[in-house]
């Protein structure tokens, strides 16, 4: 069997880590791939954008099956293009993939069923949404309508802050097309909590569910990043919050994409705030969150392989999705720098390793080979290293003592992964 994963970061090697795994033995390709990408499948040099290339290679050289990691792909139809082709593949169509594209369809749809979020305004015009920015309660968050690489979203504590939210999606275009509308809502508090779930549109099956980092420093200090580490499960998320979650949140969704003449099918992400009030959604996401996947992938013992093929078929409920008990904790790696400006080419040393450690796998995110086939970083976000335990703690201590056998020139990485987690443990 001849499958193809297209992206190019940590998500898609964990993915191609699991399904290398796979009783099946599929021959492995990627798009494009990335350094480490490379010892587990053959990388075509074509990028994750560019879907009438992706569709046409995976027609022209027989693919089986596609499994689309980006979201980017995802909302320009990659899904679609290989369907009309007659090539199944695992992710949303384009008009499901709305949820993660479109912030205003994902609220208005929560607002039409009920569905538990921050309550918001929408506005297409700058000056009606500066006039709003100017009276709404303080914090408020401003949000750009479509993707924006994870940098969309500004949390403003003062009337200026908005204000220049505002200015910069709006007025000055920073995000082009994706802030020419904004979702201005009120600022909600609580533990977040990301849930990822393998959906066929009906059934669904939530993983382990994770507490993300996305600050770039400790303390939660810095910029906000595509993500600097994840710990799973989070033990915010107790069995009566799931129950809860399911209830009215998880299969409202679904029911109300369908009602939507939207089913959506693939891999959907639930980003959580625990409120007072209850559990709301902060945001949806269309396919496995980066580096979410990187620390649920490696709890799952079952075949991966096999759970996509049953969403694919619309036949979830059949299939066999376990997950082993225990933690995980997954420490990402960075340019100095990320996320504002860093430099790529920096020798990368002792991630091989750091990987052979027992319970210890290290995903490669921005990573190449160079002209004497050495690993150099080629990104911000450059490895994820993740750890598998019997115990939160474990797993923490573990995924640190990999890190530390890992070096490159302006190497960073945040220290107190998981700490907050810990706390709470007691």
């Given at each position: 069997?001849?499958?193809?994963?297209?992206?190019?970061?940590?998500?898609?090697?964990?993915?191609?880590?699991?399904?290398?795994?796979?009783?099946?033995?599929?021959?492995?390709?990627?798009?494009?791939?990335?350094?480490?990408?490379?010892?587990?499948?053959?990388?075509?040099?074509?990028?994750?954008?560019?879907?009438?290339?992706?569709?046409?290679?995976?027609?022209?050289?027989?693919?089986?099956?596609?499994?689309?990691?980006?979201?980017?792909?995802?909302?320009?139809?990659?899904?679609?293009?290989?369907?009309?082709?007659?090539?199944?593949?695992?992710?949303p169509t384009k008009a499901a993939a709305r949820i993660e594209g479109s912030k205003v369809f994902a609220k208005k749809l929560m607002r039409r069923y009920n569905i538990p979020t921050a309550a918001c305004e929408i506005?297409?015009?700058?000056?009606?949404?500066?006039?709003?920015?100017?009276?709404?309660?303080?914090?408020?968050?401003?949000?750009?309508?479509?993707?924006?690489?994870?940098?969309?979203?500004?949390?403003?504590?003062?009337?200026?802050?908005?204000?220049?939210?505002?200015?910069?999606?709006?007025?000055?275009?920073?995000?082009?097309?994706?802030?020419?509308?904004?979702?201005?809502?009120?600022?909600?508090?609580?533990?977040?909590?990301?849930?990822?779930?393998?959906?066929?549109?009906?059934?669904?099956?939530?993983?382990?569910?994770?507490?993300?980092?996305?600050?770039?420093?400790?303390?939660?200090?810095?910029?906000?990043?595509?993500?600097?580490?994840?710990?799973?499960?989070?033990?915010?998320?107790?069995?009566?919050?799931?129950?809860?979650?399911?209830?009215?949140?998880?299969?409202?969704?679904?029911?109300?994409?369908?009602?939507?003449?939207?089913?959506?099918?693939?891999?959907?992400?639930?980003?959580?705030?625990?409120?007072?009030?209850?559990?709301?959604?902060?945001?949806?996401?269309?396919?496995?969150?980066?580096?979410?996947?990187?620390?649920?992938?490696?709890?799952?013992?079952?075949?991966?392989?096999?759970?996509?093929?049953?969403?694919?078929?619309?036949?979830?409920?059949?299939?066999?999705?376990?997950?082993?008990?225990?933690?995980?904790?997954?420490?990402?790696?960075?340019?100095?720098?990320?996320?504002?400006?860093?430099?790529?080419?920096?020798?990368?040393?002792?991630?091989?390793?750091?990987?052979?450690?027992?319970?210890?796998?290290?995903?490669?995110?921005?990573?190449?080979?160079?002209?004497?086939?050495?690993?150099?970083?080629?990104?911000?976000?450059?490895?994820?290293?993740?750890?598998?335990?019997?115990?939160?703690?474990?797993a923490v201590r573990r995924a640190y003592q990999a890190s530390d056998m890992i070096r490159f020139e302006g190497m960073h990485c945040r220290r107190d992964i998981g700490a907050r987690a810990l706390q709470h443990l007691?």
């Amino acid at each position: 069997m001849k499958v193809l994963v297209v992206g190019g970061g940590g998500r898609e090697h964990a993915i191609l880590s699991k399904l290398a795994q796979s009783p099946k033995a599929p021959q492995l390709y990627c798009a494009p791939g990335n350094g480490g990408i490379a010892a587990l499948a053959r990388c075509v040099p074509i990028r994750a954008t560019e879907v009438e290339a992706i569709a046409d290679w995976a027609q022209t050289n027989a693919m089986d099956y596609v499994v689309i990691g980006p979201d980017d792909p995802l909302c320009l139809g990659l899904f679609d293009l290989l369907a009309a082709r007659g090539i199944p593949a695992f992710g949303p169509t384009k008009a499901a993939a709305r949820i993660e594209g479109s912030k205003v369809f994902a609220k208005k749809l929560m607002r039409r069923y009920n569905i538990p979020t921050a309550a918001c305004e929408i506005f297409s015009d700058a000056e009606l949404a500066l006039r709003y920015a100017r009276i709404a309660p303080l914090p408020m968050v401003v949000k750009a309508d479509g993707l924006a690489l994870g940098k969309g979203v500004v949390i403003c504590h003062t009337r200026d802050e908005a204000e220049e939210a505002v200015r910069d999606m709006m007025e000055r275009g920073r995000f082009g097309a994706a802030g020419s509308r904004v979702v201005v809502e009120e600022f909600l508090e609580g533990p977040e909590v990301s849930v990822l779930a393998f959906t066929d549109g009906v059934t669904i099956r939530p993983m382990a569910s994770g507490m993300d980092h996305k600050r770039a420093l400790d303390g939660d200090g810095g910029l906000n990043t595509g993500g600097m580490g994840v710990i799973a499960p989070n033990p915010f998320y107790t069995p009566q919050v799931a129950e809860e979650c399911m209830r009215t949140i998880f299969l409202p969704t679904l029911a109300a994409m369908r009602a939507e003449g939207a089913p959506f099918k693939g891999c959907l992400y639930f980003g959580l705030m625990l409120t007072d009030s209850g559990p709301k959604v902060i945001e949806y996401n269309c396919r496995f969150g980066d580096p979410e996947a990187q620390a649920m992938l490696p709890l799952l013992t079952s075949d991966l392989l096999e759970i996509l093929l049953h969403v694919t078929a619309g036949t979830l409920g059949e299939a066999d999705v376990r997950f082993r008990d225990g933690a995980s904790c997954c420490v990402v790696l960075a340019s100095g720098g990320y996320p504002q400006a860093y430099r790529t080419g920096a020798v990368i040393e002792g991630a091989k390793e750091a990987g052979a450690m027992p319970g210890v796998s290290v995903f490669h995110a921005g990573t190449r080979l160079d002209g004497e086939n050495r690993l150099v970083t080629a990104g911000g976000r450059v490895l994820g290293v993740t750890a598998v335990d019997d115990t939160l703690p474990g797993a923490v201590r573990r995924a640190y003592q990999a890190s530390d056998m890992i070096r490159f020139e302006g190497m960073h990485c945040r220290r107190d992964i998981g700490a907050r987690a810990l706390q709470h443990l007691g």
